[in-house]
Structure formats: C-alpha cells, structure tokens
Nanobody
Framework: VQLVESGGDSAQTGGSLRLSCVVPPDSVNDICLAWFRQVPGKEREGISVLAIDGTIRYAGSVKGRFTISRNDGQNTVWLRLNNPKTEDTAMYYC??????????????????WGQGTQVTVS
C-alpha cells in the first residue's frame, strides 16, 4: 500500500497551506485516515484522524487551525493548515490501517505510511 503526500512548503505564520495524501482505492474506505508529524529527535505526533463515519479528532495544539477532509472521488485526504505557527514546522505524514487514535504512541499502530512532506513555517 503506497500513500503519496504532497503540498509541503515554506509558509509564513498566519498564512495557509494544504497538504494532500493520495490513498490507494482499496484503502480510501479505511476506517481511519490519519495525519501525523515529526520533528527530528522527537516522537511522531498525532495531528488529526478522520473516521469512515465522519468522526474527526484533532490534537489540542492544532484544533481550530487545521482541518482534515477527504475527497473519495480523488482518493485523497487533505489537511489544511490555517494560521500556521513556527512550532508547526515538521515532516507531515499520512497513515492508514490503524485505529482512530492520535494519542501519544498511536503512530505505532498504523500499518501504512507515506514518505512525508516537509512544512516549514517562519
């Protein structure tokens, strides 16, 4: 299963950025589609998860600023970063085949990952 992220870029604080993750057709109906991020030297952090029933969860650090959504026709999961902050600088990853959780350590439960897309906020 190959996931492909894109959209990472340099952004200004207060700006906006949209990340995308193309998911194989067999996986787009996965129960849980999630975004994580990681900074070198730190554990991978759960950002948001979208369940098949439409339930959405966000990490407290991004709630109200980031939005997860999906476009089934394009087999794509989006993550919009509104009003990014410098602390949002990280490599962002999408993941499937895991639980609808983003708590600490939950990244270990996901089976498939993309290669990551870098977001740098200044």
């Amino acid at each position: 299963v190959q996931l492909v992220e894109s959209g990472g870029d340099s952004a200004q604080t207060g700006g906006s950025l949209r990340l995308s993750c193309v998911v194989p057709p067999d996986s787009v109906n996965d129960i849980c589609l999630a975004w994580f991020r990681q900074v070198p030297g730190k554990e991978r952090e759960g950002i948001s998860v979208l369940a098949i029933d439409g339930t959405i969860r966000y990490a407290g650090s991004v709630k109200g600023r980031f939005t997860i959504s999906r476009n089934d026709g394009q087999n794509t999961v989006w993550l919009r970063l509104n009003n990014p902050k410098t602390e949002d600088t990280a490599m962002y990853y999408c993941a499937v085949d895991g639980p609808c959780k983003i708590e600490r350590g939950s990244w270990r439960l996901f089976g498939y990952w993309g290669q990551g897309t870098q977001v740098t906020v200044s």
